[in-house]
């Protein structure tokens, strides 16, 4: 490997996936700091999982699935309410449209399709994309949120003319204790990181409450902006970045950790990609 990252301190906030990510950047030379920025937290579902069973029975039903931990978690849901092998069943008989390939996975791990599927880099924009080669008119469709809650998707249906019954399974919260966010900003303003890579929106916003509930929000966006490397996943935390103050100063052409990690790379320690 001709560059690394030769020991740069970079901070994660992945919660779900650390362990790759961390060990990404060690396989690159780097040392992880590991500070997840959210939790995912349960959500009493049953009655809008339930209604979203009977709605799939119908011929032409849609199925619109934004995150694999919220099909996960409606399956697990529907296995309390004694629906799993229905849902499972409609589910085959659906037609299916996937955001990522996380949803696909936990499909294809229950023997299942997705019949649409976004194109990379998978956020909201290609989503709609995909729906819009769908006929709704007139039809029922199931919305399965991912933690965020948006109403982007599931409005457009509803403005498409689709019957729609939205399930969110999860949210994402801040985590329960504090401490660690609040100890990452302050080394973020010290000057003790060197890149931070965030792999989701909800990252970047958590990060930057955590600043304002210190009062550091403008030291925090400068420090950002001016003395440590931002990498984003993809176009959509880019966004949010740079709405807050802290445009990045990397983004991959493939929004994935791996191609993340190698933009980082290069851009801190070799030829900007």
């Not at 920025?37 to 009655?47: F, G, M, P």
């Not at 995150?67 to 069943?89: I, N, P, Q, S």
């Not at 469709?141 to 498409?160: E, I, K, N, Q, Y």
Request: aromatic share 2%.
């Amino acid at each position: 490997m001709t560059e690394s990252l030769r020991g740069a301190r970079v901070a994660l906030l992945e919660a779900r996936r650390e362990s790759e990510l961390a060990s990404l950047v060690r396989r690159h030379g780097g040392v992880p700091v590991c500070v997840p920025a959210l939790r995912e937290v349960e959500r009493e579902c049953a009655e809008s999982a339930s209604r979203a069973i009977d709605a799939i029975a119908t011929d032409g039903a849609i199925v619109a699935l934004a995150t694999g931990v919220g099909l996960d978690r409606w399956l697990a849901v529907a296995a309390t309410l004694g629906r799993r092998d229905e849902l499972h069943a409609r589910l085959a008989h659906a037609t299916v449209v996937c955001r990522g390939p996380k949803p696909v996975a936990v499909l294809k791990r229950e023997g299942l399709v997705a019949h649409v599927r976004a194109a990379p880099p998978h956020t909201t924009k290609e989503f709609l994309l995909a729906l819009e080669g769908v006929d709704v008119r007139d039809r029922d469709a199931v919305f399965v949120h991912d933690g965020g809650g948006a109403r982007t998707v599931p409005d457009a249906l509803v403005s498409r003319g689709a019957r729609l019954v939205e399930v969110q399974p999860y949210e994402w919260a801040l985590p329960a204790d504090l401490a660690p966010l609040q100890g990452l900003v302050r080394d973020i303003i010290a000057g003790q990181m060197d890149a931070v890579a965030f792999t989701t929106q909800i990252q970047a916003k958590h990060l930057f409450d955590i600043a304002d509930s210190l009062g550091s929000r403008p030291a925090l966006a400068a420090a950002l902006r001016d003395r440590v490397t931002v990498a984003a996943i993809g176009p959509t935390t880019a966004h949010v970045l740079t709405a807050l103050g802290a445009p990045p100063h990397v983004v991959p052409a493939q929004s994935s950790m791996g191609a993340m990690i190698l933009a980082l790379v290069s851009r801190t320690f070799g030829t900007p990609p």
